[in-house]
T-cell receptor, first 113, second 115 residues
Framework: GENVEQHPSTLSVQEGDSAVIKCTYS??????FPWYKQELGKRPQLIID?????GEKKDQRIAVTLNKTAKHFSLHITETQPEDSAVYFC????????????FGKGTMLLVSP | GAVVSQHPSRVICKSGTSVKIECRSL??????MFWYRQFPKQSLMLMAT?????????EQGVEKDKFLINHASLTLSTLTVTSAHPEDSSFYIC???????????FGDGTRLSIL
């Protein structure tokens, strides 16, 4: 089955800095890669996703890049703000049928003012 | 759009009690819903995939007789934790998606505490 590794487990940055979270996956058939943000005690919220037919996707301060050959994808947050502080999870799936998401272990991002 | 409602948000009950958690897709029909379990400071672990009109598919190590799943309609799936014990205490979250190649949208989760 799929295995998703996520690094780092914790990340501390100053407000205004950029933050990068990296994930690798094992199943070359995976073709859908969402990122979720989870605040303490709350639901995971989809913040951006990318499919294997594109290499990069951007939404305001958030961008995701995908390298299919190396089987890794990354989340980039620019101009970080204290409200970006949360746990971020990457995931991978082989879309189709009853495909399931395999999650990384999460990255706790702390943005200091 | 794509709102998922989960109830109850918090349950505290005695050991041996059975607890039912509901997951509803409010503004879309979901042929597939998922049930996850999350321990503190850990990732989401998939327990089972709930398919409307058919039996749920359980992940390895998840007891199907312990965690009963019913997906009776395109907007409702239920998870019943039978004869709950303290080790079943956890945060249970459901998700639903519009189709096979669509994002999963999560409910608010249910924090289950077994005394």
């Amino acid at each position: 089955g799929e295995n998703v590794e996520q690094h780092p487990s914790t990340l501390s940055v100053q407000e205004g800095d950029s933050a990068v979270i990296k994930c690798t996956y094992s199943d070359s058939a995976s073709n859908y890669f969402p990122w979720y943000k989870q605040e303490l005690g709350k639901r995971p919220q989809l913040i951006i996703d990318i499919r294997s037919n594109v290499g990069e996707k951007k939404d305001q301060r958030i961008a995701v890049t995908l390298n299919k050959t190396a089987k890794h994808f990354s989340l980039h947050i620019t101009e970080t703000q204290p409200e970006d502080s949360a746990v971020y999870f990457c995931a991978a799936s082989n879309a189709g049928g009853y495909s399931t998401l395999t999650f990384g272990k999460g990255t706790m991002l702390l943005v200091s003012p | 759009g794509a709102v998922v409602s989960q109830h109850p948000s918090r349950v505290i009950c005695k050991s041996g009690t059975s607890v039912k958690i509901e997951c509803r897709s409010l503004d879309f029909q979901a042929t597939t819903m998922f049930w996850y379990r999350q321990f503190p400071k850990q990732s989401l672990m998939l327990m089972a995939t709930s398919n409307e009109g058919s039996k749920a598919t359980y992940e390895q190590g998840v007891e199907k007789d312990k965690f009963l799943i019913n997906h009776a309609s395109l907007t409702l799936s239920t998870l019943t934790v039978t004869s709950a014990h303290p080790e079943d205490s956890s945060f249970y979250i459901c998700s639903a998606r519009l189709g096979a190649n669509q994002p999963q949208h999560f409910g608010d989760g249910t924090r289950l505490s077994i005394l």
